[in-house]
């Protein structure tokens, strides 16, 4: 189906430093979801969000369901080696379809 | 089982051949979902399985893509005549009930079609 618009398509940070990516939608999201995808493996569900203007951590994550309901962040502190894979925002919009982004790929440099 | 699982893990076929993948939902989940995702590319959406209701398969691209549940467990996707572009890893995955509840994924099948 229609994907949003996540961003950025890649990062290459090194070890240590904060990561931030974010989705946004031209029409209203109802859950917002953010799932890590190992190279050879299923996407794992890292945080859910199910209000406007809900933050909610995960360990070193956090995300945020964006007040006006298009948009979502998901930020990481003190990224390590392991942190290294892509990373999808979901979620349901206003006529129950779920939609996900085209991912963010993300390179930590020891 | 404790997972979403699916099998094959990876399937070589020649163009032409039908291939049949197979989603083990985790227990109770009521709802399932097939996606395709190309190589380097997100989640494309191809059908969605919630109960005994009539499933959504506005995602499936040809008449060449048909899927099959029976009851709340095992879901078979098959793939008649494949193309070279049907190439992609098959993702399953369930959830407890349909709408807002997360999804849980398998593993997915790596499909290559020569």
């Known amino acids: 189906g229609q994907q949003l618009n996540q961003s950025p398509q890649s990062m290459f940070i090194q070890e240590g430093e904060d990561v931030s990516m974010n989705c946004t939608s031209s029409?209203?999201?109802?859950?917002w979801l953010w799932y890590k995808q190992d190279p050879g493996e299923g996407p794992v569900l890292l945080i859910a969000?199910?209000?406007?203007?809900e933050l909610t951590s995960n360990g070193r994550l956090t995300a945020q369901f964006g007040i006006t309901r298009k948009d979502s962040f998901l930020n990481i502190s003190a990224s390590i080696p392991s942190d290294v894979g892509i990373y999808f925002c979901g979620g349901w919009d206003n006529n129950n379809d779920m939609r996900f982004g085209a991912g963010t790929r993300l390179t930590v440099k020891p | 089982g404790a997972g979403v699982s699916q099998s094959p893990s990876n399937k070589v076929t020649e163009k032409g051949k039908d291939v049949e993948l197979r989603c083990d939902p985790i227990?109770?989940?009521?709802?399932l979902y097939w996606y395709r995702q190309r190589l380097g590319q997100g989640l494309e959406f191809l059908i969605y399985?919630?109960?005994?209701?009539?499933?959504?398969k506005s995602g499936l691209p040809s008449d060449r893509f048909s899927a099959e549940r029976t009851g709340e467990s095992v879901s078979t996707l098959t793939i008649q005549r494949t193309q070279q572009e049907d190439s992609a890893v098959y993702l399953c995955?369930?959830?407890?009930?349909?709408?807002?509840?997360?999804?849980?994924f398998g593993d997915g099948t790596r499909l290559s079609i020569l």
């Open positions: 399985f919630q109960g005994n209701s009539a499933p959504d």
């Open positions: 969000l199910y209000k406007a203007g």
């Open positions: 995955a369930s959830s407890l009930v349909g709408g807002t509840h997360p999804q849980h």
């Open positions: 029409s209203i999201f109802n859950t």
């Open positions: 227990s109770g989940h009521t709802a």
